[in-house]
């Protein structure tokens, strides 16, 4: 079935360390690929997209992102997490029918 | 300028009831979204206008559930009468016309029903 997974339903961090939060596509053609963070009491907030070209995508916040067609994936990544950092990030695609699909969420905890 | 608004940001109501939900795009923005959370489940599609038109209702559940969008501007989505299972968080979302895909979201309404 077609799908957006991401494995990860809760992660824990220190402030300082380098974060990964995984995302994987099940579609037959690349689709268009996002990420939103909601923080607590917020609304959703995009992050990047990838639409096409340089598979590594620079977003806000310091954020970015690696696009790998082999693997389906759309991994989001930080250096250095901060404690404002912490929030639900959502991992959603675009498969040209001007509808975003959600993967179901990945919630950050960062320590100090 | 303004992000999309939503209003109210939390409403609760007593299974039978009947709530509406208002959503005003950003400025400009002819696609308007509305997307639904319920507990535990991932974001997912209700329907999407363009300006006054509903151009796909494929994720409205059933016919208890009425969006509207009188003169392009803003929407309602009108929930009638309430269940339990329509507890969730709804998030409306906009678009420029050209650029849909990415879309912009508004803070959610948080809908409880008891």
């Known amino acids: 079935a077609q799908s957006v997974t991401q494995p990860d339903i809760h992660i824990t961090v ?3 360390a380098s974060l990964e939060l995984r995302c994987n596509y099940s579609y037959g053609a690349t689709p268009y690929l996002f990420w939103y963070v909601q923080s607590p009491g917020q609304g959703l907030q995009l992050l990047l997209k990838y639409f096409s070209g340089d598979t590594l995508v620079q977003g806000i916040k310091g954020f970015e992102a690696e696009f ?3 693997q389906s994936s759309f991994n989001l990544r930080k250096p250095s997490v901060h404690w404002s950092d912490a929030a639900e990030y959502f991992c959603a695609v675009d498969i040209y029918t001007d509808k975003l699909i959600f993967g179901t969420g990945t ?3 960062v320590f100090p | ?5 939503q209003f109210p940001s939390h409403s609760v109501i007593e299974k039978g009831q009947t709530v509406t939900l208002r959503c005003d795009p950003i400025s400009g923005h002819d696609n308007l ?3 639904r959370r319920v507990m535990g489940k991932e974001i997912k599609f209700l329907l999407h206008f ?3 038109s509903k151009q796909d209702e494929s ?3 059933n016919n208890r559930f009425l969006a509207e969008r009188t003169g392009g501007t ?7 009468p309430a269940e339990l299972e329509d507890s969730g968080v709804y998030f409306c979302a906009s678009s420029q016309l050209g650029q849909q895909e990415t879309q912009y979201f508004g803070p959610g309404t948080r809908l409880l029903v008891l």
């Open chain 1, 14 to 16: 220190s402030e300082g």
């Open chain 1, 68 to 70: 790998k067609r082999s």
């Open chain 1, 107 to 109: 919630r950050l905890q």
């Open chain 2, 1 to 5: 300028e303004a992000g999309v608004t």
């Open chain 2, 33 to 35: 979204y509305w997307y």
């Open chain 2, 50 to 52: 363009v300006k006054e």
């Open chain 2, 59 to 61: 994720g409205m559940p």
């Open chain 2, 74 to 80: 803003y929407s309602t989505l009108k929930v009638q």
